[in-house]
């Protein structure tokens, strides 16, 4: 929870790599509810950033449906 906390002040300043980081708490229930929509809004931010591993995290939401519809289009672009 303290991890979760701190990840956020800094994701909250548009910082990237606590924005994905967050986006993994959330997709494994890691000091906060799971919560898909969540996961993906925070590997959004950092993927829109340039994040690579955020950009691949989210792609394969798409490829899956985690918290989006499918779309494979979108899951590779």
Same mark, same amino acid.
């Given at each position: @929870? +303290?991890?979760? $906390? *701190?990840? !956020? %002040? /800094?994701?909250? #300043?548009?910082?990237?790599? =606590?924005?994905? &980081? ?14 898909? @929509? +969540?996961?993906? $809004? *925070?590997? !959004? %931010? /950092?993927?829109? #950033?340039?994040?690579?591993? =955020?950009?691949? &995290? ?14 494979? @289009? +979108?899951?590779? $672009?």
């Amino acid at each position: @929870a +303290e991890a979760v $906390r *701190w990840y !956020r %002040l /800094a994701a909250d #300043q548009g910082y990237a790599y =606590a924005q994905f &980081s967050l986006g993994v708490c959330y997709e494994y229930g890691k000091g906060v509810e799971e919560d898909d @929509a +969540e996961t993906v $809004r *925070w590997f !959004r %931010l /950092a993927a829109d #950033q340039g994040h690579a591993v =955020a950009q691949n &995290s989210l792609g394969g939401c798409y490829y899956t449906g985690q918290g989006v519809g499918k779309d494979y @289009a +979108e899951a590779v $672009r």
